[in-house]
Nanobody
């Protein structure tokens, strides 16, 4: 599975931005697709995840109520709608995908549960 994220850029605090992540290759094996982010000097942080079938979603505490994840199964694409952006949202955003593991509901926030990663897209929020 190959992943490619799009949509990063420079915005001002309070603005909105939508990221896209397109999957190719053996994308039929995707069970869930998630977004993580990593700011300079910080660990990779869980942002959101969506189950490919059924659409169950989970969010990190820092983005709850501001970010929304969705997917288009026909296009093998996941989206991250980011509203009310804050300077602390500045980071490289990565999309990641996992196949079925049986432990999704316990481990969806752990980066090591995702074997497939895109190269990342930079989001910069100015104050």
């Amino acid at each position: 599975v190959q992943l490619q994220a799009f949509g990063g850029g420079l915005v001002q605090a309070g603005d909105s931005l939508r990221l896209s992540c397109a999957a190719s290759g053996r994308s039929s094996g995707i069970y869930a697709m998630g977004w993580f982010r990593q700011a300079p000097g910080k660990e990779r942080e869980f942002v959101a995840v969506i189950r490919w079938s059924g659409g169950t979603t989970y969010y990190g505490d820092s983005v709850m109520g501001r970010f929304s994840i969705s997917r288009d199964n026909d296009k093998n694409t996941a989206y991250l709608q980011m509203n009310s952006l804050k300077p602390e949202d500045t980071a490289v955003y990565y999309c990641a995908a996992q196949g079925y593991s049986g432990s999704f509901y316990y481990n969806y926030f752990r980066p090591q549960e995702y074997p497939y990663w895109g190269p990342g897209t930079l989001v910069t929020v100015s104050s």
